[in-house]
C-alpha cells in the first residue's frame, strides 16, 4: 500500500506551499499532498500492477488533483505556474 504520512510531514508540507501548518484548505497545500500521495501510489503500482484499488485511488487522486490546478489556473495564473514549477509537474 502506499506510505502513510506522518503529522510532520504534512505539516511541512502545509507550511511549504499553504503558508502556515495551520493553512490545510488552501489549494496550493491540497495540490501539494496530493501530489506526495500519488507519487506515492505510482511507486506502489510498479512493483504491484494488478492491485486494481490502488490503481482507482491514484486514478481519483489524478483527477481531484487536475480539478483543483484547473481552479487555480483560473483564479491565480501565477500561482498555478508558480506551483507547477515547485511540484515538478507537467502541464
Known amino acids: 500500500m502506499a506510505e502513510y504520512l506522518t503529522k510532520e510531514q504534512k505539516e511541512k508540507i502545509f507550511k511549504d506551499f499553504g503558508g502556515s501548518e495551520n493553512n490545510t484548505g ?3 497545500a491540497q495540490v501539494a499532498l496530493f501530489t506526495h500521495r500519488i507519487k506515492g501510489l505510482s511507486d506502489h ?4 500492477n494488478k492491485d486494481h484499488s ?3 485511488a491514484l486514478l481519483t487522486l489524478v483527477g481531484k488533483r487536475r ?3 484547473k481552479y487555480l489556473a483560473g483564479k491565480d495564473i501565477n500561482a498555478y505556474r ?3 514549477e515547485k ?5
Open 26 to 28: 488552501s489549494t496550493e
Open 54 to 56: 490502488s490503481r482507482k
Open 82 to 84: 508558480e506551483l507547477i
Open 45 to 48: 503500482l510498479k512493483t504491484n
Open 67 to 69: 480539478r483543483l490546478l
Open 87 to 91: 511540484l515538478n509537474i507537467r502541464k
